[in-house]
T-cell receptor, first 115, second 113 residues
Framework: DAGVIQSPRHEVTEMGQEVTLRCKPI?????LFWYRQTMMRGLELLIY????????DSGMPEDRFSAKMPNASFSTLKIQPSEPRDSAVYFC?????????????FGAGSRLTVL | LAKTTQPISMDSYEGQEVNITCSHN???????ITWYQQFPSQGPRFIIQ???TKVTNEVASLFIPADRKSSTLSLPRVSLSDTAVYYC??????????????FGRGTQLTVWP
């Protein structure tokens, strides 16, 4: 298995532009998580899905952020419009569900810079 | 949601044993304790997981006392490559309940020559 695949690895954009980050979870993993990491706030959970359904989006900072999971093998995190304070590394992680299944496999991350 | 408390940073020298303790006073019956390691420019990766007593694998040992309100990650004979941030997580994803896993700030371990 290739692991959790994220794209793009790096994105530089200007304030006001739309940003779409993509994630392909490990096949068979039915829970998917989006995290954001900054120096100031550490690693924060934004949203997670179970069986493609959003379960908890309370970590999504504001309406400019949205996430979708149209099928078991693909998820997107969209920021529209982007702002400089959105600059961070965004990680996607997946895990199977079941007892003791809180072992997350993370992707390599997408480093976003908003100018 | 069981949050965790761990030291912000620790220093060690090569060849020493390092013990990082995590407090999780509100741990629930179904919660497992999981430790992750993160190198710069990489996502966190799983190190070890346990429920009670002691767990050992090829990388580390995890000690959990009977009350489960804390846990200690033990790294034997660290090397420079063990310099990383270590996160302690407590959560349950079993059955019909999905845990909201909380990473916190982690512990920055720096190993010196």
């Amino acid at each position: 298995d290739a692991g959790v695949i994220q794209s793009p690895r790096h994105e530089v954009t200007e304030m006001g532009q739309e940003v779409t980050l993509r994630c392909k979870p490990i096949s068979g993993h039915n829970s998917l998580f989006w995290y954001r990491q900054t120096m100031m706030r550490g690693l924060e959970l934004l949203i997670y899905f179970n069986n493609n359904v959003p379960i908890d989006d309370s970590g999504m900072p504001e309406d400019r952020f949205s996430a979708k999971m149209p099928n078991a093998s693909f998820s997107t995190l969209k920021i529209q419009p982007s702002e400089p304070r959105d600059s961070a590394v965004y990680f996607c992680a997946s895990t199977p569900t079941g007892v003791g299944a809180n072992v997350l496999t993370f992707g390599a991350g997408s480093r976003l810079t908003v100018l | 949601l069981a949050k965790t408390t761990q030291p912000i940073s620790m220093d060690s020298y090569e060849g020493q044993e390092v013990n990082i303790t995590c407090s999780h006073n509100n741990i629930a019956t179904n919660d497992y304790i999981t430790w992750y390691q993160q190198f710069p420019s990489q996502g966190p990766r799983f190190i070890i997981q346990g429920y009670k007593t002691k767990v050992t694998n090829e990388v580390a040992s995890l000690f959990i006392p009977a009350d489960r309100k804390s846990s200690t990650l033990s790294l034997p004979r660290v090397s420079l490559s063990d310099t990383a941030v270590y996160y302690c997580l407590v959560g349950d994803m079993g059955g019909s309940t999905l845990g909201r896993l909380y990473f916190g700030r982690g512990t920055q371990l720096t190993v010196w020559p």
